[in-house]
């Protein structure tokens, strides 16, 4: 009983831990790929990083016994979704960071949830999003990016690289749409099938454009100590473990509040900056820093009506 009461009372704190998670995990990627990126092609490194997600996941839900196949029906599903979760956006970001600057990325990137918004209500007819705070939340952690990084902005920033990014943030918040929308209300497709699919056709994209696009990769730089570690870290915490939470969240809260993530991975760069660097954020940081805290608080407000919903929704389609 007392066990049962005790979960009972953290259960509310539960999604808000691992949100906090995927940001520190995701934070972490950053130097991770800058290092692979040296030594191999974007788009092979992308697929280094799938692959050795694959098999963490495969392996994980083999050994308990879970189902991985799907219907034919539910495979093409599954896999139209992969490509705008990870294979089209790891292959468009590890492109774009060859023509603008980090600190513009992850602005772009932070759209993310804008695009949520204005596409589930377009294409999904999902109108419930559109309240006051979440818009208002959306925009004003756009603006706190834009605040902390703009003394590092470049405005001759190459218009592909801009392009590529949006085009990251877009497919981004398709995948996530379709994965709240579609997925998670089709009883035949389970959690874990769900994710190593995805990977699978993300695997089979980005190796085709990497053999499309690319020198062949210099195998022997697999052998670097810091090369290893570097996609040991991406494909295994930021990747496999990373994608459980994301997937988790996106069904508990929805893609939107979800992707509000995106905000909080540049605060942790600072934190980091500040704890290992001694570095003391700047005064934009700060003023930044507060503005994007206050578009998550905002855009974690929901209605009564829609949380009831929501709640009756993971209750039915828990796996």
């Not at 960071?97 to 209500?121: D, F, H, K």
Request: glycine content about 6%.
């Amino acid at each position: 009983m007392i066990n049962n009461t005790l979960i009972n009372r953290l259960a509310p704190f539960i999604p808000w831990f691992l949100f906090m998670l995927l940001a520190l995990l995701w934070s972490g990627s950053f130097i991770n790929i800058k290092v692979v990126v040296a030594f191999f092609p974007p788009a092979f490194a992308s697929g280094m990083r799938v692959f050795i997600s694959l098999i963490c996941l495969s392996l994980l839900f083999y050994s308990l016994g879970k189902q991985l196949t799907l219907p034919f029906k539910e495979t093409v599903l599954v896999w139209c979704t992969g490509l705008m979760t990870q294979a089209i956006p790891f292959s468009l970001l590890f492109y774009a960071e060859r023509y603008v600057i980090p600190s513009v990325a992850s602005i772009i990137n932070s759209t993310v949830s804008l695009w949520s918004l204005l596409l589930g209500a377009m294409i999904f007819r999902d109108t419930s999003q559109l309240t006051a705070p979440k818009m208002a939340g959306v925009l004003l952690g756009i603006l706190g990016m834009v605040i902390i990084f703009y003394p590092s902005l470049s405005l001759d920033a190459a218009p592909l690289g801009l392009i590529l990014l949006t085009g990251m943030s877009i497919a981004y918040s398709v995948g996530a749409l379709m994965t709240q929308h579609m997925l998670f209300k089709n009883p035949r497709i389970t959690f874990e099938a769900n994710l190593v699919q995805q990977h699978i056709v993300s695997l089979i994209f980005i190796s085709f454009v990497s053999l499309m696009l690319e020198p062949m990769p210099e195998w022997h730089n697999l052998f670097h100590f810091q090369v290893m570690g570097a996609f040991l870290y991406l494909g295994v915490m930021a990747t496999a473990l990373a994608w459980v939470i994301y997937f988790y969240l996106i069904k508990k809260w929805g893609a939107v509040r979800t992707g509000t993530v995106m905000y909080i991975v540049p605060l942790l760069a600072i934190l980091w900056d500040l704890l290992f660097l001694d570095m003391m954020p700047s005064n934009y940081q700060l003023l930044g820093t507060t503005t994007i805290l206050l578009g998550v608080v905002l855009i974690q407000v929901k209605r009564s009506g829609m949380a009831i919903n929501q709640r009756q929704i993971v209750h039915q389609e828990s796996p």
